[in-house]
């Protein structure tokens, strides 16, 4: 099973100027201890169910561009972008960028946008959750596109393109993988079975995630899909304060097919004391489950 670290907060002593070489050195201890995927959250105000909506938050492709600079093997990708923080093309163009500067480790991940407060307090527009999924589909399939050799016009409900030029190409081949970020039943693991290479799930327990994935399983059959050409990953807990439950969780949702873990500062400590601390010593029996 593969590890991934996810960097939520920014709060750390000395903030803002501490922010950078502490994220940086984080990376890089995440990167020796063989983490091999690393994420950051995609959004304006920090989550108000964490930490007050004050506290210090990063954008969050400007972070990436600098942890790509950071470090040279992990995988890079917001977990996730919400699909109405940017006009699609934008997006695919960023990500390209991404993949371009990082050597080919960009990733796309989304999901359909959920916090509020943070639109209205920027003044973006926050439409109802059925449009934001028809948005999210729109954008995917623009995504797409552009990562394609199809540079013709995209006429779509919500946004038209004339062009859907992409240049310089992704160095990701056959274009950055794709992780849509959600559980929901009906709509958000169809567009996973339907648009995505991978899929994040919260790790609720083996019996609801595997429920989860034969919902999954269900979706690729009815689109023609191919289950096991998803990757399926989870946002875990408890590495830092039950190890010995976590790494027996962990081999449960493997024996259940989830082929990565991707685990959370508690919070409290700078991220780098954090991978030190808890992440690196676990980081090789996470690897041979």
């Known amino acids: 099973m593969r590890l991934g670290v996810h960097f939520v907060q920014f709060t750390f002593p000395g903030e803002p100027a501490s922010i950078a070489p502490v994220l940086g050195r984080a990376a890089q201890a995440a990167e020796a201890a063989g983490v091999t995927h690393i994420s950051v959250m995609d959004h ?42 940017r006009h699609p093309a934008l997006l695919a163009k960023i990500v390209t960028t991404l993949d371009v500067l990082s050597g080919g480790r960009a990733e796309l991940g989304i999901g359909a946008a959920w916090y509020e407060r943070e639109h209205r307090g920027l003044g973006v527009p926050f439409p109802p959750v059925a449009e934001r999924f028809e948005r999210l589909e729109e954008t995917l399939r623009i995504c797409l596109r552009m990562w394609s050799d199809d540079n013709g016009p995209f006429e779509g409900k919500y946004y038209q393109l004339q062009e859907t ?3 310089p190409a992704p160095l990701s081949r056959p274009r950055p993988p794709i992780l849509i970020g959600g559980s929901g039943e009906r709509k958000t693991l169809r567009l996973v079975a339907q648009y995505a290479d991978a899929c994040n799930l919260f790790a609720a327990g083996p019996d609801e995630i595997a429920r989860k994935l034969d919902i999954l399983r269900r979706h690729c ?33 493997a024996a259940l097919g989830v082929q990565e873990a991707i685990v959370v500062p508690a919070g409290g400590e700078d991220a780098d004391v954090w991978i030190e601390r808890a992440v690196a010593p676990l980081a090789a029996d996470v690897a041979a489950l």
């Open 165 to 167: 030029m992409c240049i």
């Open 44 to 85: 304006y105000f920090q989550m108000e169910a964490m930490a007050p909506a004050s506290e210090p938050m990063l954008e969050g492709y400007t972070t990436l561009g600098y942890l790509a600079g950071q470090t040279s093997t992990a995988r890079l990708g917001l977990l996730v972008t919400g699909v109405t923080y």
């Open 221 to 253: 059959d009815d689109v023609g899909r191919d289950y096991d050409t998803i990757t399926k990953t989870v946002l875990a807990s408890g590495i830092d304060t039950d190890p010995a439950g976590f790494l027996k969780e962990l081999e449960a949702y």
